[in-house]
């Protein structure tokens, strides 16, 4: 009897370093780890899906890192939605002028084509308006700063030390919640001598911008309390 429970031990012992040889999770070097969850009735199965379940540590700068649900974003389309639809409106307005003066005999070349000019004008500019801001202005947010970058040609890239950041406003319009998507901007209040300003603009999860953000900061200004009184 003692040598079949031997054995058994010595096959649990052989399977259990097998297991961390095989998903390198650390069962082979914490035999006391192994025994708890033996004696909490984990069978070898359970053991074997939780090895495999395990997951890879968080990189530096994730969102699983730092703790926080967003840490990059861009300029959203969606937040020119109130300028195209203006921009359909002053379409529109041009189009009857046109109809107008045309009916009654005023529609010469000069009038027509300042009607057409106009509207055609209006389109190429909030063209260029939108793929410069959707193409070129992105924002990102590490544990320490957040950077914005904007620019064609040139590009530019704005560093914001978030220990810096004294006040921060979310501002939401009534246009941005029912037009725009639920977009919004964050302004930034900083001591800092380049932007003491920052507006961060057509973000279209703004709130959770705004919270990560604010969560980071006051985790920078907790730790250089505790690195000063240390």
């Known amino acids: 009897m003692s040598d079949d429970r031997t054995d058994g031990h010595d096959a649990d012992g052989l399977y259990a370093r097998g297991e961390g040889e095989l998903y390198d999770d650390g069962f082979h070097g914490d035999s006391g ?21 395990r997951k890879e540590p968080p990189k530096a700068g994730s969102p699983e890192a730092l703790g926080v649900s967003w840490t990059e974003g861009k300029y959203s389309g969606k937040n020119l939605r109130s300028k195209c639809l203006l921009v359909w409106l002053v379409t529109i307005f041009f189009i009857v002028i046109s109809i107008i003066l045309w009916r009654n005999g005023y529609a010469g070349k000069v009038a027509l084509t300042l009607t057409m000019i106009i509207p055609v004008c209006t389109w190429v500019y909030f063209g260029a308006v939108y793929f410069y801001r959707t193409m070129t202005i992105r924002y990102r947010l590490t544990q320490h700063r957040f950077y914005n970058e904007e620019g064609l040609f040139t590009k530019t890239v704005d560093t914001l030390e978030l220990i810096n950041i004294e006040d921060m406003t979310l501002k939401q319009t009534l246009v941005d919640r029912l037009v725009n998507g639920g977009t919004g ?3 930034l209040i900083s001591n800092d ?7 961060v603009t057509g973000l279209e999860n703004p709130r959770a911008a705004f919270e990560s953000i604010d969560e980071l900061r006051r985790r920078e200004r907790n730790a250089r309390v505790i690195r000063s009184v240390n």
Not at 33 to 53: C, L, R, V
Not at 194 to 199: A, F, R, S, Y
């Open 33 to 53: 780890h192994q025994d708890n969850q033996h004696q909490h009735g984990m069978t070898k199965d359970q053991m074997m899906d939780q090895a495999i379940e």
């Open 185 to 187: 901007t964050i302004v």
């Open 193 to 199: 001598a380049t932007h003491p300003t920052l507006k």
